[in-house]
């Protein structure tokens, strides 16, 4: 099945066509006029959608559709601080009951330092599957 694919800000739009009208109508009716498209065949559309707003298109080329590291580091940066919040939180609460019975804090304080640190992982991934790897667990 043939799919259409726009550039926008974010990235590489996809209109999935209906039996409805022939794919160049529906191309009109869909692209934004004077955006350049381009019919690829839904086989060339990476089924994994993680890094879905990282997709970039080469439109002065027949390529594929590729992942920017980039962006796929931020998104990766974005969802381990999503994943760590509620582990720091929990940290936190640790933390306050050990001060307050006079408990040893170190391996509370080493996990929120690890925690914390976790998005500068992404940074030294050079592959998108390193950066799915990428996880707030031990």
């Excluded at 027949?62 to 580091?73: D, E, F, Q, V, Y």
Aim: with cysteine; glycine share 2%; charged share 30%.
């Amino acid at each position: 099945m043939k799919k259409i694919i726009y550039p926008t800000e974010i990235g590489v739009s996809v209109v999935h066509p209906t039996d409805e009208l022939s794919i160049e109508l529906t191309a009109k009716k869909a692209v934004p006029n004077g955006v350049e498209y381009k019919i690829i065949e839904h086989t060339d559309i990476p089924s994994d959608r993680l890094f879905r707003n990282a997709w970039e298109y080469d439109f002065n080329k027949n390529g594929s559709i590729t992942i920017n590291l980039t962006k796929a580091k931020v998104i990766t940066k974005d969802r381990l601080r999503a994943d760590r919040k509620p582990l720091l939180e929990a940290q936190d609460v640790l933390f306050m009951k050990a001060q307050e019975s006079g408990a040893d804090t170190t391996a509370i304080v080493a996990e929120k330092v690890r925690l914390r640190d976790i998005t500068k992982d992404a940074d030294t991934c050079t592959t998108t599957d390193q950066l799915k790897a990428l996880s707030c667990e031990e």
